[in-house]
């Protein structure tokens, strides 16, 4: 079993690996087969280059949360706004001595007549 | 020549002027991507690639930072993406592994030999390089910049748009994961 000096020294000698280490080149006509890789590829459109960019897995991965995101700011907004229709049907009910909503069912229906509703409300306060 | 006179003649489409810049910056290049990839088919392949964006893009450089910053910056994007791409390669490869017989492992560089070290010290750089391997990617970056192409930490937190502060920290950590990484190794291997 090496002691622990030995080990250590080891791994200095190790960690000085690198020191005196020259550039390395790339060979020879480097500048010829470029020139040939150039022409072979001709420069890639603006579309290829933004297909590319969407196809890396993290921005590819972000645009599908986003969507996500969205769709769920989306469908609690509505949900929210059916709510606030509700609300207001019942208010109304309530002003006109009918009876409250009692089917929750029911309360969806009602929601499409919130605007008249409303623009109603808004008729009476003008007279 | 004038750098800023072959970016401008490079800008208005002279080939002389692009050939030179290659010719002036292909071993820099090459060799930084040679430090992060530790293949010489990759970093050749890096290295071109390099060169097909400065001949394109030449029109983003605004000047602001070094030219051979520039360089260095494209080069280590383009060495850090290669090196993503080929995990990820290789963990699909272990994935498809499991359901076929036939395929194409993806091997990695165990025993890189880098051109340019010295005869007495292969051993200890081919162990080193292995090391490297393990770090996290801004200090495998900052080591390679600092050790392999020689820059002073100013130069390292230039091309990484970082503080000095950062870079003296990177390699402080990477230095002592080297070490454990490398006292590991000689205790499994006396």
């Known amino acids: 079993m090496e002691s622990r000096q030995d080990i250590t020294k080891r791994v200095e000698q190790a960690l000085s690996g690198l020191d005196g280490i020259r550039r390395a080149s790339p060979g020879p006509y480097f500048y010829t087969r470029l020139r040939a890789r150039m022409e072979a590829e001709p420069p890639r459109t603006a ?8 196809g890396r897995p993290a921005i590819a991965l972000a645009v599908v949360l986003l969507i996500l995101a969205s769709n769920t700011v989306l469908l609690f907004n509505h949900t929210g ?11 109304l009910n309530a002003e006109n ?14 929601a499409s007549n ?4 409303i623009l109603n409300i808004l008729d009476r306060e003008n007279e | 020549m004038d750098e800023r006179l072959l970016i401008e003649q490079l800008r208005q489409g002279e080939e002389a002027a692009f050939r030179t810049i290659v010719e002036t910056w292909q071993d820099m290049v090459y060799n930084t991507a040679l430090g992060i990839v530790q293949q010489a088919e990759d970093a050749e392949d890096i290295a071109q690639e390099v060169f097909i964006q400065v ?11 070094k030219f ?28 498809r592994s499991l359901f076929s017989a036939e395929n194409e492992p993806v091997v990695d560089p ?6 340019g070290i010295l005869l007495d010290r292969k051993e200890h750089a081919g162990l080193l390089f292995a090391a490297i391997r393990q770090l996290p990617e801004n200090q495998r970056v900052a080591f390679t910049l600092h050790k392999v192409e020689g820059l002073s ?18 390699m402080h950590r990477a230095r002592n994961n080297l070490k454990k990484y490398l006292e590991n190794y000689y205790r499994k291997n006396p």
């Open chain 2, 153 to 170: 930490y100013q130069e390292v937190s230039e091309v990484m748009n970082t503080s000095v502060s950062s870079v003296e920290s990177l």
């Open chain 1, 47 to 54: 579309w290829e280059r933004m297909g590319m960019f969407l």
């Open chain 1, 97 to 110: 001595g009918q009876a409250g909503v009692q089917n929750p069912e029911n309360a969806y229906d009602l």
């Open chain 2, 68 to 95: 051979s910053t520039w360089l260095y910056r494209i080069t280590v994007t383009k060495a850090l993406d290669h090196q993503r791409r080929r995990r990820r390669k290789k963990r699909f490869g272990l994935v």
């Open chain 1, 81 to 91: 706004n059916r709510k606030a229709a509700t609300a207001t049907q019942a208010l």
């Open chain 1, 114 to 117: 919130s605007n008249t509703a």
């Open chain 2, 55 to 65: 001949h394109q893009s030449i029109g983003q450089f605004k000047g602001e930072s």
């Open chain 2, 110 to 115: 165990a025993d890189f030999q880098h051109p």
